[in-house]
């Protein structure tokens, strides 16, 4: 992996360990006024681990969707790096001002609005579901993939039906006592 990963920071409707609810929205405005560039990348939460840069923040359905890119330049981003190649590392976290929040039953607090800081890579993160999902393909080799699997469709044999077996021949002694 060349640092580039996606996944999921928060999730929305689903309480995490510290009974927070994030609401779908919450993120609308930070995003809107900090976008990406403004959001800290951080390992456990420590401002003087910044470890890469975040290429994309959006909400969807799910929650807040995220791509990230690790600095290899940095020793701590290699680490990390490499633990998350070798999925030992996969939680992430996000560091946020409340601007918003509603009591609930249960001991619940909903959070409508969150102003944003930052979002860490983290071993144990608060949101159980908050994980990176993929190694992501750099954008500039995505056509370089998709130009390789057409070439391999191309130039490989068709392959037969999964329940048909090659027929064979019929030996010469067999023609002969046709």
Known sequence: MDG???????LFGVPDLGRDVVASGAFAASLAARGAAGVRMLWQHDPAEPVGRWLSLNEDARGLRVAGQLNLAVQRARELNALVNDGALDGLSI???TVRAVPERGGLRRLHSLDLWE?????FPLQPGARIATKAVPRQAEPLAQALHAFARRVAPPRAHPFTRPVAAP????QRLA
């Open 4 to 10: 580039h990963f996606t996944g999921y920071a928060s």
């Open 171 to 174: 030996s010469p002694r067999a």
């Open 95 to 97: 560091g946020f001002r």
């Open 119 to 123: 979002i860490s890579l983290v071993t």
